[in-house]
């Protein structure tokens, strides 16, 4: 049995269609780390960045943590065997946007 871990980031947007990214697998045990970007296109309303503009988002980035377990099972009797993949939920949290716009660092 394999266990990778992963992280899909959703933003969930009132004025635009739901968008879902993930991570690539983490295989380091325990203490998995991502140390990568995900780029996740943003509109603003009316096209402007402005924080006046942004402070009025109401898009919410959700992160949700999963590990995916890989299986393999033998049938020695009939020399088969078959691969499955499940994915087991962690743990979740949540960003307002506006928090995201309004401290970058």
């Known amino acids: 049995m394999f266990v990778n871990s992963f ?3 959703r933003l969930v947007h009132v004025e635009e269609n739901n968008l ?3 991570t690539t697998l983490a295989n380091e045990g325990i203490n998995p780390e991502w140390n990568e970007s995900i780029s996740i296109p943003f509109r603003a309303k009316e096209e402007t960045f402005d924080p006046k503009n942004l402070a009025h ?3 919410i980035l959700y992160f949700q943590i999963f590990d995916q377990i890989e299986k393999f099972e033998s ?3 009939l ?3 078959s691969f499955s993949k499940e994915k087991k939920f962690l743990g979740s949290f949540k960003i ?3 928090n995201v716009f309004m401290n970058p660092k």
Request: glycine content about 12%; overall charge positive; hydrophobic content about 35%.
């Open 96 to 98: 307002p946007l506006v």
């Open 57 to 59: 988002n109401r898009g």
């Open 7 to 9: 992280v899909q980031v």
């Open 20 to 22: 879902a990214l993930r």
């Open 79 to 81: 020399q088969t065997g």
């Open 75 to 77: 049938n020695s009797e």
